[in-house]
């Protein structure tokens, strides 16, 4: 299957600082890729979809200035959580895929922000 | 608006069969998932089915879809403690929208 990456797999950060995550596809290109997030032992929420070129579209209660979304190619969008603090701490997961019928997730980002 | 429920845990005999059943509210799904999260990792794709499908095999896995009852399940067969996991079960209307997920299926086997 199609594989999709994300860097970092980890991070620790100070409360106020902004972390940016980002999603690459690898063998394929991704007009629309997406971002959830994942509280510990609970499902992935879907938090925005993001668009080459152009605004993301986020879902409601997810706060746009918070979570800033950058899809600047085919195979690279970024999450960039800004100004971080504790109850930002979540597993943060992209997909993509080459259609939408098939969603591929990349791996995860563990953040712990202190 | 949408929802997808799953049971939180299911038990079985390694060697028995594993059947983790869903149910969806939306009536426009046209496509639903299982993937398959182990412990600290991302999710794995393990199949799909078209709603205009009722059944697909894959070597172990066996899914079912019953659009009249919005149910679907993930059967897998000769289940190996390499199956333990949580298992997810998502739906997407189509489109370019992000999948709804259920809140998982941890299965668990018993040697």
């Known amino acids: 299957g199609a594989v999709v990456s994300q860097h970092p797999s980890r991070v620790i950060c100070k409360s106020g600082t902004s972390v940016k995550i980002e999603c690459r596809s690898l063998?394929?290109?991704?007009?629309?890729m997406f971002w959830y997030r994942q509280f510990p032992k609970q499902s992935l929420m879907l938090m925005a979809t993001?668009?080459?070129?152009?605004?993301?579209?986020?879902e409601q209660g997810v706060e746009k200035d918070k979570f800033l979304i950058n899809h600047a190619s085919l195979t690279l969008s970024t999450l960039t959580v800004t100004s971080a603090h504790p109850e930002d701490s979540s597993f943060y997961i992209c997909?993509?895929?080459?259609?939408?019928?098939?969603?591929?997730f990349g791996p995860g980002t563990r953040l712990t922000v202190l | 608006g949408e929802d997808v429920e799953q049971s939180l845990f299911l038990s079985v005999r390694e060697g028995d069969s594993s059947v983790i059943n869903c149910t969806y509210t939306?009536?426009?799904?046209?496509?639903l998932y299982w993937y398959k999260q182990e412990p600290g990792a991302g999710l794995q794709l393990l199949t799909y089915?078209?709603?205009?499908?009722d059944m697909k095999q894959d070597q172990r896995l066996t899914v079912l879809l019953n659009k009249k009852d919005k149910h679907l399940s993930l059967r897998i067969a000769d289940t190996q403690t390499g199956d333990s996991a949580i298992y997810f079960c998502?739906?997407?209307?189509?489109?370019?929208?992000?999948?709804?997920f259920g809140k998982g299926t941890h299965l668990i086997i018993q040697p």
């Open positions: 089915i078209f709603s205009n499908m």
């Open positions: 993001s668009n080459e070129g152009s605004k993301a579209t986020y």
């Open positions: 998502a739906e997407n209307a189509g489109g370019a929208d992000g999948l709804t």
């Open positions: 997909s993509a895929g080459p259609g939408v019928r098939e969603q591929f």
């Open positions: 939306d009536s426009s799904s046209t496509y």
């Open positions: 063998d394929f290109q991704a007009t629309t």
